[in-house]
């Protein structure tokens, strides 16, 4: 190489060089001005509600004036969209919580974040200054101030922070479908993610972000959808103005009564050991004229049937919705629910934050059987939009496979949504097993079969409905009431199979000789009246949360009652050491439990040997028994799990000191029912004779093959 040429190609390197580590240009270098309002505003798409929302060139922009800024709205978010299963399903708000958030100006930006409302001390005080100081919010993103009117002050700002991953769905997806192989590990793919539908109301605004995950090598879990490597997930976001009710009173929480709680710490007494102050979430639910015995409710919860549910189930949806009246009524409030079909009227839309509305869902894998939806005020507990979601399964019932249980392993969430002591999969099986059981009894005819259902889908929306009343589970009701009251038809048409509508409540079913009540829980239980007097009982002459505690104390000593007990989710999730009272159980009956569960096994048992009798029918594929007898086996090994709770157990009260009737918070499982519940296991499960069936049952409980199309 010549000595000129060595030196151009040295100097252009050094060129090159010297220009890749001159300093990048910062988007602060830019010009962030705002453009003037008109300006930007010309030729844009407007919808306005809350906010106004401004469409243009495919992006979405909010407005906001200036008494908006620095302001606290209720945000949830929800997909518009499922994947058919998997516990990803349209409307399912419990992917993120209800939360404030706030738009604050900084320079020529917005800063969108959530308040912490955890922590709080008296407004104004030094502790609050304090509280202020010590705690942090989350940053949800930074976005630049596109426009802004000089005369009116309002802004408008770019909304590209809600095309982003902020409800998670990539943590969620990977529960979801249990993925291990970073390959099969769906994340976003924001070249492929645009806003969807945005809708301005009154009293909120919707966000729709379509957005598509991707997975390098597809996910084979996925078979719903026509190419695994790629889904799409329509994440809805609602922004909500917060109620702004003057005479509504936040009621303090306690552990004996089951309510949702919005916890806070308080931070205002330090003569005070606990300074927990939860609220309960709750409606607000008053009398129009507290002075007279009974009134109208001034604020009455609002049902809209969705034009989704099929005809033939909406008079039943109705009448158990309206149920919740009897018990509004016994503390002086008429018409506190009321129940409106959707109207036939292009302009109305469920996502108007306000309406409740209960909507109809189908998925090719259940995975939910139903959910309440409800959005509340953080910092008060004040309920201000319900809903529920109800799964197509509710009206058909038994499945078309058997698959549906045993591919509940190919996913973590799966396993835990079609567990069998789940709601979604334990309600599907006993409805399942109920079928088959009362037809090997030959009590399943036609009329039998409809009602049914019927009563099926009331208990279910009694139970949703239920946490749309800001109710818990309550896991220890079935214990109130003996076998010879859930055999007497009369018994259970007034009082239930269990003392509250918040049980998961098994099929009540009993062998041929004995009597038969009805199936299902469909009236609320003596604890359901209790609890919503407690929490929405007016109590005169209270003027603060703290006026009310001498009252609702005193309510909630009847704790030791049968009728009253409550415990929840955290006292039935046993295998984690910490449940450990077997009384608190999904779908058992009886304050008798052990002697259900033997009657149950025997029953099953009987029914399993015979099960060939009736099935597969003529000109039918095996796979007919085969179901048949796998929800049999289901029913069977739900109380062989439930015996196993009683060995070791202790009973829990959840009775405080000086209450009627209280005993020590924990007493060992007397050693007696220790025996009782081994007994069982060894006669059902561990002896040879428990699994003794004929070869030709057994030879015959086959599946039928299939060819998909798809995946």
Known sequence: MHIRSLVRLLTLIAVLLSASFLPAARADDADTTPAPYAKFTAGAQSQTGLFTLWRKNGKVYVELSTAQLGKDFVQSAAPANGLGGWGIVWGEDMFAQTRLIRFTRQDNKIVISWPNTFFKAPEGSARARSVQLSFSPSVVAVTPIVAEDSATGKIIFDGAPFLTDVLNMTAVLKAALGTTDPAQTYKLDTDRTYFGPTKAFPENVIIESDETFEADAGNTTVDTVPDSRSIQLRIMYNIAQPPDDKDYMPRLYDARLGFVASPYLKYGDDRKVDQNANYIVRWNMQPSDPTKPISPAKHPMIFWLSNTIPDEYRPTVRDALLTWNKAFEKVGISQ?????????????????????????????????????????????????????????????????????????????????????????????????????????????????????????????????????????????????????????????????????????????????????????????????????????????????????????????????????????????????????????????????????????????????????????????????????????????????????????????????????????????????????????????????????????????LVYTEEAPIWG
């Not at 507990?381 to 058909?396: K, N, Q, R, S």
Request: glycine share 8%; charged share 20%.
């Open 336 to 700: 506190a629910v009321q129940v409106r079909d959707q109207p036939d009227d292009p302009n109305w839309d469920p996502d108007d934050i306000r309406y409740n509305v209960v909507r109809w869902v189908t998925e090719a894998y259940p995975s939910f059987g139903a959910e309440a939806q409800w959005v509340y005020d953080p910092r008060t507990g004040e309920l201000f939009h319900t809903g529920i979601l109800l799964d197509a399964v509710e009206g058909y019932g038994t499945p078309a496979s058997w698959e549906y249980y045993v591919t509940a392993t190919r996913s973590t969430l799966r396993r835990g949504l079609l567990a069998p002591q789940s709601y979604a999969m334990g309600k599907f099986a006993e409805n399942a097993f109920g079928r088959v059981a009362l037809t090997l009894m030959d009590r399943m005819d036609a009329q039998t079969q409809h009602q049914y259902t019927l009563d099926s889908i009331r208990s279910t929306v009694l139970h949703e409905s239920g946490h749309d009343m800001g109710f818990q589970h309550n896991f220890i009701a079935a214990i109130a009431y003996s076998a010879k009251n859930l055999q007497s038809m009369h018994f259970t048409q007034s009082q239930g199979v269990a003392t509250s509508v918040m049980h998961y409540a098994p099929i009540n079913l009993w062998p041929r000789h004995d009597g038969q009540g009805t199936y299902w829980q469909t009236v609320l239980g003596p604890y359901d009246y209790y609890a919503i007097r407690w929490g929405y009982a007016r109590i005169p002459g209270a003027r603060t949360p703290e006026d009310e505690v001498p009252t609702l104390n005193r309510w909630a000593g009847d704790w030791s009652k049968p009728d009253y007990m409550f415990a929840s989710d955290e006292d039935v999730s046993w295998a984690n050491g910490h449940a450990v009272d077997p009384r608190v159980e999904w779908f058992n009956l009886t304050n008798d439990t052990l002697g259900w569960c033997g009657t149950q096994l025997g029953m099953t048992q009987s029914l399993m040997h015979v099960v060939d009798q009736r099935w597969p029918q003529p000109g039918h594929a095996y796979e007919q028994e085969r179901n048949a007898y796998g929800w049999l086996l289901v029913h069977y090994l739900r109380c062989d799990d439930i015996a196993l709770h009683f060995i070791g157990g202790e009973y829990l009260s959840r009775a405080h000191k000086g209450d009627p009737g209280a005993s020590l918070p924990l007493q060992p499982v007397p050693r007696s029912q220790e025996q009782r519940a081994f007994a069982l296991l060894n006669q059902y499960l561990f002896s040879e004779s428990a699994w003794h069936y004929r070869p030709s049952l057994l030879n015959s």
